[in-house]
């Protein structure tokens, strides 16, 4: 199994940036895509990116195209999600979630990933 360990949330102001880290403890965890997932107050879990196991591939919900950035850092087993120009609409509880996928692809929808974070908080709000 798969343990993931969300970190980084908190309150903001709109506009005000936020860096959040995944840190991941298991085996071959570079096998793995990891996506970013958030609930807000009365919604579903949405997608929100997604980067490949060997983060050649990475996807974004059109929500956040050109605010947010997904990085893995393989040697640390640790994934970021870097979020900028920050929307009172992004508050939620932000997750982490890994699928071992068989090829440099992954996906915004919540089904296939097998393992999830406990979650974090984001708030923005002035």
């Known amino acids: 199994q798969l343990q993931l360990v969300e970190s980084g949330g908190g309150l903001v102001q709109p506009g005000g940036s936020l860096r959040l880290s995944c840190a991941v403890a298991?085996?071959?965890?570079?096998?793995?895509?990891i996506g970013w997932f958030r609930q807000g107050p009365g919604k579903e879990r949405e997608g929100v990116s997604c980067i490949s196991s060997s983060g050649g591939f990475t996807t974004f919900a059109d929500s956040v195209k050109g605010r947010f950035t997904i990085a893995r850092d393989n040697a640390k087993n640790t994934m970021y999600l870097q979020m900028n120009s920050l929307k009172p609409e992004d508050t939620g509880i932000y997750y982490c979630?890994?699928?071992?996928?068989?090829?440099?692809?992954?996906?915004?929808?919540?089904?296939?990933?097998?393992?999830w974070g406990q979650g974090t908080q984001v708030t923005v709000s002035s």
């Open positions: 298991g085996f071959r965890v570079n096998l793995y895509s």
């Open positions: 979630a890994a699928w071992k996928m068989g090829l440099e692809a992954c996906v915004l929808e919540k089904n296939p990933y097998e393992y």
